[in-house]
């Protein structure tokens, strides 16, 4: 139980472009989702909680206009990279929580490689 | 506030030996402290979970960790080291409300001496 997929699992995209990352929770209903960026080495960063049926609730010095996030049903949550840049390339990574059964632990997908060139 | 500290960026252990990963907390309230295993370039999986029952939590993988209060300890440890073991390790810290974030470690990184 407790399964969270992502998809892309890897994506290379030119410059400019917009990307968006998909994060599903498999087996149980995710009321809230979160959004991290890990960097080479590196612990993870919390980007953004993504309540479902509200606006995501960003962290401070996280664009918001950047990093669209939207929460549309209590299974799935998506990340768009707008206008990506090199410097955008990062590991993300999202959460869930099933709060049916767990309050507190947090359950990981496998992460998205992106690569902006 | 929270927070928590690994005390060991990097642990090399032999195979079949014991494996000890440090990690202290600060919390302002009863905190619930999580372990999580990284292998390169996955997501993270969830070893074990503190969660104010047993102090000694035992995990997946042969993996348990003791909850020290009087020392905001909650180190890692499993007795004998496997190769597959060879990954990072996020000890995490939550305060216990619907609403918390959590807080990760810097990480750990396990190496496996043949």
């Known amino acids: 139980g407790a399964v969270v997929s992502q998809h892309p699992s890897r994506v290379i995209c030119k410059s400019g472009t917009s990307v968006k990352i998909e994060c599903r929770s498999l087996d149980f209903q995710a009321t809230t989702m979160f959004w991290y960026r890990q960097f080479p080495k590196k612990s993870l960063m919390l980007m953004a909680t993504?309540?479902?049926?509200?606006?995501?609730?960003?962290e401070q010095g996280v664009e918001k206009d950047k990093f669209l996030i939207n929460h549309a049903s209590l299974t799935l949550s998506t990340l768009t990279v707008t206008s990506a840049h090199p410097e955008d390339s990062s590991f993300y990574i999202c959460?869930?929580?099933?709060?049916?059964?767990?309050?507190?632990?947090?359950?990981f997908g496998p992460g998205t490689r992106l690569l902006v060139l | 506030a929270q927070s928590v500290t690994q005390l060991d960026s990097h642990v090399s252990v032999s195979e079949g030996t014991p494996v000890l990963l440090r990690c202290n907390y600060s919390?302002?309230?009863?905190?619930?402290l999580f372990w999580y295993v990284q292998h390169p370039n996955k997501g993270l999986q969830l070893l074990l979970k503190?969660?104010?029952?047993?102090?000694l939590v035992k995990g997946i993988n042969g993996f348990e960790a003791e909850f020290k209060k009087s020392e905001t300890s909650f180190h890692l440890t499993k007795p004998s080291a496997h190769m597959s073991d060879a990954a990072e390790y996020f000890c995490?810290?939550?305060?216990?409300?619907?609403?918390?974030?959590?807080?990760f470690g810097s990480g750990t990184r396990l190496s496996i001496r043949p």
């Open positions: 959460s869930a929580r099933d709060v049916g059964t767990d309050q507190e632990t947090q359950y």
């Open positions: 919390s302002s309230y009863s905190p619930s």
């Open positions: 503190y969660t104010s029952a047993a102090t």
């Open positions: 995490v810290v939550s305060e216990k409300s619907s609403a918390s974030k959590i807080i």
């Open positions: 993504s309540n479902e049926g509200s606006k995501a609730t960003y």
